[in-house]
């Protein structure tokens, strides 16, 4: 296994390289802004029901900007996108330092929802565009998230760290803020700096064949319908692909967002063993997310699917049920392995199944899907926890993983199988 990810690293394209390696910086902020945002509101005396209001906001935000997101992205291209999203986020975070009053609060999470929003309508397409083939594609998602996971596990400890170190005037996690936006800051500077330049990406349906540029005025008409035609059937499956990722965004909602406020009050543990238990689920995910092409590979993109559904429905159940804390560290490590395979097997298989010039479309559509699931699983979730039930975030977790299977078996396995023959069959007669 070692030999292959060797392999796959040596491989990949100089621009894939400088991507993965500016990734580092991103993962650390990251990580610090996801332990203390959370207890820097509980500190500042805002409710758990609010915190999960502020998530949901988040997300729809997230959500009701993507698409326009997309549409800018044809006109800026990916790479200036992508850091006008980073240095978004470094504003964000300063506000939230700063800022104690709700209205500051909200401000600060809609500026970083707009930054996200910028970042995940073009970060995989960029560095798909990097690729040199759909085999490096899967592998540079996966190292991706990767060295996103490890960095974010070091931030999350940091985050543990640092309000003992430099403290702050708000309360104790404001200097963390400050120390996430460095790191935010310089990760943009070395990505405008560093990564290959990125024109705007083509339109979806624009793709047009040699012999069809060739038959003249002449031809229009019937190319024009065979363009409805593949528009219509490019829709539907960008649409079954969405309903996928829905379910990914409901899962994740449900659950991460809160793991640190689970393990202060189900198990009454203090910030510095939160940030440790978090940072080494970072280390899980990052093994996760290295295994995962190996994995595929082995299963093949079907079973992979099957085995990744059954062992994250079995860990999320397993989790509910009553047990020392000790129990419980043990099954939240196993399940970031297996939950960043699922999410990873589920991004990587999906964008690499649509057509280039379709992919900024999808990107749009998959942040609007994904961030509906986790806008009602957040703004549930936080009601939940406000009324002290810790145990059935895990349930509802579990039973949404079900119905994504159901879901995947029913509509979306059969439909990227077609679509991946359908691309190897292109390319085999190009």
Excluded at 390 to 409: C, E, H, N, Q, S
């Amino acid at each position: 296994m070692w030999k292959y990810t060797y392999h796959m690293v040596r491989d990949l394209s100089p621009g894939v390289k400088r991507f993965i390696a500016t990734e580092s910086l991103f993962g650390v902020a990251a990580g610090i802004f996801s332990l203390i945002l959370n207890l820097h509101l509980l500190e500042l005396g805002f409710s758990k029901d609010f915190i999960g209001q502020i998530t949901s906001i988040g997300a729809l935000t997230v959500g009701l900007t993507s698409l326009p997101a997309g549409m800018i992205v044809q006109r800026v291209g990916r790479k200036r996108m992508l850091v006008i999203g980073m240095l978004l986020s470094v504003v964000s975070l300063i506000l939230f330092g700063l800022g104690t009053s709700k209205a500051a609060i909200i401000s600060a999470q809609l500026i970083w929802s707009l930054g996200v929003s910028a970042i995940v309508n073009s970060e995989i397409q960029l560095i798909y565009e990097y690729c040199r083939s759909k085999k490096e594609e899967t592998s540079a998602y996966s190292l991706l998230f990767a060295i996103f996971t490890l960095f974010t596990g070091i931030g999350t400890m940091l985050g543990g760290y640092l309000p003992n170190w430099l403290n702050g005037g708000t309360t104790v996690y404001q200097y963390a803020f400050f120390a996430a936006a460095v790191c935010f800051a310089a990760s943009a500077l070395l990505r405008a700096a560093l990564l290959p330049a990125s024109g705007p990406a083509p339109a979806a349906g624009s793709g047009q064949t040699a012999a069809g540029r060739a038959a003249g005025r002449a031809a229009e008409p019937v190319e024009s319908r065979g363009d409805r035609r593949r528009n219509r059937h490019a829709i539907s499956f960008l649409l079954v692909l969405s309903l996928l990722i829905f379910n990914s965004g409901f899962t994740f909602g449900m659950l991460s967002p809160f793991l640190n406020v689970i393990l202060k009050f189900r198990f009454d543990m203090n910030d510095d063993a939160i940030s440790w238990l978090l940072a080494l689920s970072g280390f899980f995910f990052f093994v996760g997310s290295l295994v995962m092409p190996y994995f595929k590979e082995k299963l093949g993109s079907r079973m992979s699917f099957i085995v990744l559904f059954a062992f994250n429905i079995a860990i999320v159940a397993l989790m509910a049920i009553a047990m020392p804390a000790a129990s419980f560290a043990v099954l939240l490590l196993l399940r970031g392995t297996g939950f960043t395979m699922l999410n990873n097997l589920v991004d990587s298989e999906s964008m690499s199944a649509v057509a280039e010039e379709d992919r900024n479309l999808f990107a749009g559509m998959r942040t609007v899907s994904r961030s509906i699931g986790n806008t009602i699983a957040s703004y549930w979730a936080g009601f939940i926890l406000a009324a002290n039930h810790y145990a059935l975030p895990f349930i509802l977790t579990a039973a949404a993983l079900l119905l994504g299977f159901a879901g995947y078996a029913w509509l979306v396995q059969g439909a990227l199988e077609r679509r991946q023959l359908q691309r190897t069959t292109a390319v085999e007669m190009n």
